[in-house]
């Protein structure tokens, strides 16, 4: 005989009931069957965190940290939950296990208080989940100078490999001569101001990477290369003026800009 649909419901949930009530005297707790799913794939739930990279590399004694513009800057988190989207307005927080800086918890302004020979570290905290950030400290940039405001290269048309300058090379410093200091990590940008061609000289890294900006070492140097394409030159003695920078709180600092002139000769 062929039940009604409303006593196979009821027989259904009799059953439903009994196993539940077997489960319960076990002593196993019943979880709704799209619980886990709903948890893991919650909106809220975090699974990582970005940390992106500072605005600058160093901060310097007695001030925050500030952009290239001299405009103070909060660092930046970015967090993503179980299905890769970004959460807003994550409560994360900071901190700096380290001397020589205070962090701002809440808006992970750092400050700095005292020069450290190593970098600091900046932990940005959401749950159980970090990511960190380095910082160096380093002393108000007074002046900037040439090391070698004058260079040359010796250029050829078969060999590339001759083609790259010398490092043009400047450096930042802090307080008056002779008692002066280096500034470490700090930004200096370069730029050619004057070339016969437009192609003829391009700015390069250690490595050769087009480049237009470097970081001051622990002496408080910096510098950029040329390439040199020859086949742009206009005449056998030719010449690439760069020009160095470098900025606090905005406003260049005292020197800058610095005139790099590179000469160019055909090698042999």
Known sequence: MKLSRATQDFGRRSRLAARAALLAILGITVLAPFACS???SSSASVLSIVFDSLAAPSVVVGDTL???TGAV???VVHVF???GEEVAQAPVYFL???SGVTVDSATGIVTADSLRSTPARIVATIGTLQAVQNVDVTLRPDSLQAVNALDSLHYSVVDTTLNVSPLLQVKLTHGIAPDDSAVKSW???FAIVAQSDPRLGELVNDAGLASIVDTTDASGMAGRKI???PLFITSAVDSIVVNATAKYRGVQVTGGPVR????LKPAG
């Open 66 to 68: 500030r952009d290239t």
């Open 73 to 75: 800057v909060r660092p």
């Open 227 to 229: 390439r040199v394409h």
């Open 96 to 98: 700096s296990p380290d």
């Open 38 to 40: 709903d948890i893991i």
């Open 260 to 263: 790099l002139v590179l000469l």
């Open 187 to 189: 930004i200096v940008s």
């Open 81 to 83: 939950n179980f299905k």
